[in-house]
């Protein structure tokens, strides 16, 4: 069955603290794989897109990495601000459809 | 520009009552999704329009859930008969065409007393 698991469902950074959250995903054929953020009460915000093995984006503090299994999105001397929750998206081939993990949910303390 | 905009924000309702959901995609985009999502949970699929297209509806969970889609713009997301477990946030997403990210709106809170 088509899964992405997303870990850790939550992590406390202090201020400047880096780390990374980890997205793997079991599917037939990688369409593409969509980094999103959500703040509570609000939609998801588009983060970043990955399609092939070895692709890196980046975006002020955030990096998004892709492996043939997994992605990683690296947080480099995080503030408050980028508290929020972290959601990983995956496109499989044969489908417009995405599955979503169920988030990373992370507190940077200042 | 106008996001994606969704109404109402919020919705409270009777078990067994109907209710409409609303969603006003990104002019000019032609892929959009429909999607739940509870407390603590990921999103989950519910449909999926691209244009003129059939719409993708095998994440509906039950009959008493359908959308449409009118000329290609505003849809709306039914809800028959409510039940408890209904309650959750409704979002609706849209793309300039299928494969490209999703631009989400802020979603109806729906809660069934």
Redesign the interface.
């Known amino acids: 069955e088509d899964q ?1 698991t997303q870990s850790p469902e939550a992590l406390r950074l202090q201020e400047g603290e880096s780390s990374s959250l980890n997205c793997s995903y079991t599917v037939s054929g990688l ?2 794989l ?1 980094w ?1 953020r959500q703040d509570p ?6 983060l970043f ?1 990955l399609y092939s093995a070895g692709e890196e984006k980046e975006k002020e503090r955030l990096k998004a990495t892709l492996t043939k299994k997994e992605s990683f999105l690296h947080i480099t001397a995080p503030k408050p601000e980028d508290s929020a929750t972290y ?1 990983c ?1 995956v ?1 499989y081939s044969g ?9 990373t949910r992370l507190k940077v303390l200042a | 520009g106008a996001g ?1 905009s969704q109404s109402p924000s919020n919705k409270v309702t009777e078990k067994g009552k109907d209710v409409e959901l609303r969603c006003d995609p990104i002019s000019g985009h032609t ?1 959009l ?1 429909w ?1 739940r999502q509870s407390l ?6 519910l449909i ?1 329009f ?1 244009g003129n297209s059939a719409p ?1 509806k ?2 509906l969970p039950s009959d008493r859930f359908s959308a449409e889609r009118t000329g290609g713009s505003v849809s709306t997301l039914t809800i028959q008969r409510t039940q408890q477990e209904d309650s959750a946030v409704y ?1 609706c ?1 849209s793309s300039p065409t ?2 490209q ?7 109806t809170r729906l809660s069934i007393l």
């Open positions: 992405v369409r593409g969509f999103y009460g609000k939609g998801p915000e588009f897109t959601l998206a496109q489908t417009y459809k995405y599955i979503f993990g169920t988030g | 994606v892929a999704y999607y603590g949970q990921g999103l989950e699929f999926y691209q993708d095998s994440g979002l997403a299928r494969g990210p999703q631009h989400f709106g802020d979603g």
